[in-house]
T-cell receptor
């Protein structure tokens, strides 16, 4: 149990285009999902917190108009990188918090999506 | 402040050596959870262990062991008889129950085990 998928696992896009990344909890419901970004040889940094049915909360320095987050169902959150630039090239990982659990530690990571913008 | 420090950026050992990865954290909450994750070159995070702030018992799992000391705010990870397959980046991370509930990651330690 407790599986989180991400799609696609990798994507290459041209500068100026948009790309959508999906994060799905496969066998549990997730009211809250988190999006992290990891640049090469760096740690994972929280970008935003996604709550089902409401607007996402973005960390300081993350452009909400550039990184659009939609959490339309209890099992799916999407991150759309709009007008992508080479500096957006990164590894994007989501985690999903199991809604059934009262404990915040019941979170599970997706396998990540590697985005390359050319 | 919510912060996790891993002072060792990179470590190289020869196979069969023991190695300890350090983790020190800062907390403003009494309820928190500490984790260790392994990240191989594929990028996918591999869960190793979770400890809550009320459980200071050390744990051993095969060649892995963890030492949690609240008095020094440390949660160190030891690999005994290291193997080449242990080569990866290891992250120490923290979740606070009452603040955000997101993971706060340390900078990571890149471990290279040489044959």
């Amino acid at each position: 149990g407790a599986v989180v998928s991400q799609h696609p696992s990798w994507v290459i896009c041209k500068s100026g285009t948009s790309v959508k990344i999906e994060c799905r909890s496969l066998d549990f419901q997730a009211t809250t999902m988190f999006w992290y970004r990891q640049f090469p040889k760096q740690s994972l940094m929280l970008m935003a917190t996604s709550n089902e049915g409401s607007k996402a909360t973005y960390e300081q320095g993350v452009e909400k108009d550039k990184f659009l987050i939609n959490h339309a169902s209890l099992t799916l959150s999407t991150l759309t990188v709009t007008s992508a630039h080479p500096e957006d090239s990164s590894f994007y990982i989501c985690s999903a918090r199991d809604s059934r659990s009262p404990s915040s530690y019941e979170q599970y990571f997706g396998p990540g999506t590697r985005l390359t913008v050319t | 402040a919510q912060k996790v420090t891993q002072a060792q950026t990179e470590i190289s050992v020869v196979e069969k050596e023991d190695v300890t990865l350090d983790c020190v954290y800062e907390t403003r909450d009494t309820t928190y959870y500490l984790f260790w994750y392994k990240q191989p070159p594929s990028g996918e995070l591999v869960f190793l262990i979770r400890r809550n702030s009320f459980d200071e018992q050390n744990e051993i799992s095969g060649r892995y062991s963890w030492n949690f000391q609240k008095s020094t705010s440390s949660f160190n990870f030891t690999i005994t008889a290291s193997q080449v397959v242990d080569s990866a980046v290891y992250f120490c991370a923290l979740i606070f129950d009452n603040y955000g509930q997101n993971f706060v990651f340390g900078p990571g330690t890149r471990l290279s085990v040489l044959p």
